[in-house]
């Protein structure tokens, strides 16, 4: 009897939670966690982030959103003035007028916006038509397209997706042209070879990492605008990758060089200084490198060739030699007219070698003849000198247990350096600083003292930066300084009354221990705006694994983080949990997942909601996960490693199968096959043991992440007669593109249906824009 009672006690609490949570979501309750995606919240966020634009060396203008409209401002550090940056009404009723398209001044159609030389003209394109207007005499013009604009204050960096590279003094750009590098003067428009001997899959600073590619040059224009570090790019004996399109009739084949982990041929590169004037090729006295670099799985991840720092003139070349496991790094320097090469110094690693978070942090100083260094030895991430001469240490600049970031600025004449890093105030490690500290390691000081996550932009001439901080439930504040961190003015201080007025509320940061029950680490929850204090809610996981990023990404205030309180709306506690083999904190915690990437901070992940648990209405029964690319491969992992604790699960476009991966992302995280164990984290291998609810999403043209993952996983789930869902995108790339809106529509219908027990309208359609959640 006892028995039968507890049996129906239970049964009856069980049926009661069920009851709870079971009904039908209306498209009306669609709409509302609609209207929390980005495309609804930001517009009303008034005076928020200033990103400025500099002009000349130290004036910049910004786009600053009030109550009233969009209105540009134009701030002269030195004069201490802010001012509209010209008169917008008449500047749209002028551009009416010769255009025949009728705009008014809030919102200006701008594409671009350029000052000219001496900041008297602006320059801006609409519909692809240039324009110039004189901001003295407001005239407006079609340009063309010989005012002077101030060309040598615009970086030659490298987009993906540009064709050219424009030259330091704002004269030239380089190009690819049949394999062959090419260069065409702007003002004359002629245009000169300047290779010669390119070829297929052999030809001169090309583009293709693999899992990203393009038909832009990746290079490095020397200071005076005379000399190109680039390289002749050997992908011969490369395998290729290989996609179909879907269309009617026969499908198109793209074929591409796409090495794998374990391949015997990967692509290299053969270094090359190349004399514009001439032209010269000059090649340097070393052996191919491994297309590798220390910042990231590509050599152009900086926005220009990486690891490559010029002599202001041009006579010699320092540059990073990166080992194919990333394991040593040498620093060696090139005679830039001869070709021939000095080694340095190297450093080599147990694990994996970075040269910073988010930015390469080394220097070549050739007026002192040192360099400036970047090491992790310590376990922390830190800064170094170095004697370029004789290759020994001189001292270490910065140390302790905190983390420099990103090097900003080097002042050589007063041997001063300007750096954010994050980890040396109390609070959130993840929050960045701005600091200087003399070479010597002497002198440290703070430039940003306030709590938050800043974001620093420093001027071109060095004597001023613009902060814009804030938390990620505190709106920004964006203030002017000089480089000593005295306050010059505050610039915009964020206003989300709007926001607050619709009901919109900030995520709430938590500080929580790791699986190890030792290790702090942080994240972010969301919960509905509107909570029911009798009701207990599942917890949808947000993931993101890393080891290069985490699940939170930027630690500052954005009015929406994806669709994470869009799903909250509708019924669910979400969570973004940092876990542990995450950069931006210690060596030994990036390092904690080296060698066996399958693990995907998920003891992590389990530890935390279980510690949530305890301070917020969660329900543990119910818990789902989702995520994209590594996250895709996370969420699978969970659902087939921990699938008694996850019990839906949405897994996009995951690298499921690393030996079917690029080789440089895992070889530099696992390790070379030879010396890791991919087999065990793959994550076919572990399909028999589903027991919940698994939605898999591929594009079928991703060609980031080879669609053969999913495929994998597919397979084995068929064979272990497992029941899952899959979604296909016909021709569509790794990030769904137009498909996105579609997929976090199935997504939202998958987790209300399976976690929330409940009815999702019926193919709701967005009311937003086409490219909604993207």
Known sequence: MKRYLLFASAFSLALSANAQQSGSLTAKDYEHAESFLSYNTEPLVEHGAVRPNWVGTDRFWYLSNSGSGKTFFLVDPIKNSRTPAFDQAKLAADLSRISGTSYTGDPLPFQTLNYSADGSTISFLVKGQRYAYDLKSQQLTKDTGNTDFDNSAVKPVLKRGNLEVLSPDGKSAAFIRDYNLWVRDLESKKETQLTTDGIKDFGYATDNAGWKHSEGPILRWSPDSKKIATFQQDQRNVSDMYLVSTNVGKPTLQAWKYPLPGDKDIVTIQRVIVNVEEPKVIRLQVA???????????????????????????????????????????FRIADAATG?????????????????QGAINWRYLPKSKEVIWYSE????????????????????????????????????????????????????????????????????????PEEG??????????????????????????????????????????????????????????????????????????????????????????????????????????ASRGDNQALAELGFIVVAIEGTSNPLRSKSFHDMSYGDMSTNTLPDQITAIRQLALKYPIDTTRVGIWGHSGGGFATAAAMFRYPDFFKVGISESGNHENRNYEDDWAERYDGLVANSNYEVQANQNYAKNLKGKLMLAHGM?????????????????????????????????????????????RRWDYFVKNLLNAEAPKEYNWKGPASAGK
């Open 288 to 330: 191919a490198d491994p297309h590798r670099a220390s910042l990231s799985d590509d050599i152009s991840s900086s926005g220009t060739f990486d690891d490559v720092d010029w002599k202001a003139d041009g006579s010699e070349l320092a540059f990073l030699s990166t080992s194919r496991d990333h394991k040593q790094e040498r």
């Open 340 to 356: 021939k090469v000095r080694e340095v110094f190297e450093e080599r690693v147990p694990t994996q070698y970075e040269s910073g």
């Open 377 to 448: 030895r310590d376990n922390w991430g830190h800064l170094y000198l170095y004697d370029a001469v004789t290759g020994k240490l001189k001292n270490q600049i910065t140390k302790g247990d905190w983390v420099v970031t990103q090097l900003l600025k080097v002042d050589e004449k007063n041997r001063v350096l300007y750096f954010l890093a994050g980890g040396r105030e109390a609070g959130n490690p993840y929050f960045s600083h701005l600091y200087k500290i003399g070479f010597d390691g002497k002198n440290l000081s703070s430039l940003s």
């Open 453 to 558: 996550n800043h974001q620093i932009s420093i001027s071109p001439s060095g004597n001023y930066f613009v902060d814009s901080y804030s938390k990620p439930n505190v709106a920004p504040i964006s203030v002017l300084r000089n480089m000593n961190g005295t306050l010059i003015n505050t610039l915009e201080k964020a206003d989300v009354s709007k926001l607050i007025a619709k009901g919109w509320k900030a995520p709430i940061p938590v500080a929580l221990k790791a699986h190890d029950d030792k290790t702090d680490i942080y994240g972010l929850v969301f919960t509905p705006t509107k909570m029911d204090p009798k009701k207990r809610y599942p917890v949808v996981d947000y993931i993101y694994p890393g080891p290069q990023g985490g699940s939170v990404g930027s630690w500052s205030f954005s």
């Open 701 to 745: 043209m991703d060609d980031n992440v080879p669609p053969s993952n999913t495929m994998l996983v597919v397979d084995a789930l068929i064979k272990a007669n497992k029941n899952f869902d899959l979604v296909v995108f016909p021709n569509s790339p790794h990030g769904y593109g137009a498909y996105g809106p579609y997929m976090m529509r």
